[in-house]
């Protein structure tokens, strides 16, 4: 059936709409866009009051499936997806067994159309079992599915294999996606190399654990002319070498989460496990160098790096404590409370950067509102108040240090080829 989406605000700064407007959409497509739409016999979804973008990509997330289905598995990582205004998500590769063959590849992708609220486009692995020594069967992956590659979770520490690695994923136009951590660096740290790390009596995590890959990462990509996509950016002088390196022409692009444009590593203090994660949270100085990165094109993505875990994995001492949150559920009310209702960004750019941006660095050919497009769409109040509750999370887990947090911008419908995915 032929549906209308009407009354709503429709924004999407890819084709420079920024209005009210319909959308028709037939056999899961948009095909037309306008002003008082009208088709006899067309379903009718009423969007007064919402605005209406592309669906939200997410190019960062663990499922947890195969392997670790007691924290989260497709069916309820994707529903959290779906009830958080997200139409796609980009699982990576550290499950058990590891994603670095086709059969696993296989299997993720026969479990999206079994179970799955939303799309899923798997990342393979870069080497096999995430061990940094051989790569993995890329090519064989790319054939199953996979839309990228990365060993997220662990470095590819060897210089060596990232070379080659860089070189070969570009032969099948994927995307490398690195975890950009130097583990020799690390010794033993558990939080940021803070004031509040010395009052706690944590180990220190320097932030040249985490720059000292990125730039070796960058002038790899720079030397051989391939593309480099650097995850998770927390840092001030991460911020900078990607902005350095972009004005010289190099390949790169990066990503950060909500949580390190919202919170601080003071978010730690009384060892609160719900804030531990890898990399870890930052200093004020850094928060400020995300923000401004974001609102100058430097980070091109936001992703939520969703990563749940079981109660007990997170109900121990903090230095046992596993690193990692949820976040499908709250990234979009944190985006706009933080970056758009702060004056930092325009509505707009925030959502460029997740919809079209992920969409581009992954070859979706999704992220956009543009007659001829797959109707993922999502129809959102940005101005809705509401309080996070993890209790009622669709995820399996509830490892957030947002409980409580009063937001602005919460999702309503979610649709995948015009149909209804969630309905909030």
Known sequence: MDKIIKNGHVIDKKNALDAKLDILI??????????????????IIDAEGMYVSAGLIDMHVHLREPGYEYKED????????????????????NTNPVCDNAVTVRYIKEREREAAHCRV????????????????????MKKEGIVAISDDGRPVSNGSVMRRAM???????????????????????????????????????????????????????????KKIHIAHVSTKNSVDLVRQAKKRGVKVTCETAPHYFVLTDKAVEGFD???????????????????????????????????????????????????????????????????????????????????YNPSHILNLDLGEI???????????????????????????SKNSPFDGFKLQGKAHKTLIGGEIIYNG
């Open 370 to 396: 543009a007659v001829g497009k797959i109707a993922d769409l999502t129809i959102f109040d940005p101005d809705e108040e509401w309080v996070v509750d993890v209790n009622k999370f669709h995820s399996k």
């Open 26 to 43: 037939s056999d899961g497509m948009i095909v037309k866009i306008g002003e008082n739409i009208e088709k006899e016999g067309a379903e």
């Open 167 to 225: 070189q070969y994923a570009d032969g099948f136009d994927l995307q490398v996606i690195s975890h950009c951590e130097d583990l020799s660096l690390l010794d033993g740290g558990q939080m940021n190399d803070s004031v509040t790390a010395t009052l706690m009596g944590l180990r220190p995590i320097v932030p040249a654990v985490e720059e000292a890959m990125v730039a070796r990462d960058i002038l790899i990509a720079e030397h051989e002319g």
């Open 74 to 93: 497709i069916e309820s990582g994707t529903a959290a997806a779906a009830a958080g205004g997200f139409t796609a998500v980009c699982p990576m590769p």
């Open 273 to 355: 496990t719900n804030a531990k994660m890898n990399p870890p949270l930052r200093d004020e100085s850094d928060r400020e160098a995300i923000i401004e990165g974001l609102c100058d094109g430097t980070i091109d993505c936001i992703i939520t790096d969703h990563a749940p875990h079981h109660i007990d994995e997170k109900r121990v001492e903090f230095e046992k404590a596993l690193n990692g949150i949820v976040g499908l559920e709250t990234s979009l009310g944190l985006s706009i409370t933080y970056l758009v209702k702060s004056g930092r960004m325009t509505l707009g750019e925030m959502l460029e950067k997740m919809t």
């Open 121 to 140: 486009f798997p990342i393979g692995a870069v080497t096999k079992g995430l061990k940094g020594e051989e790569l993995a069967e890329i090519g064989e």
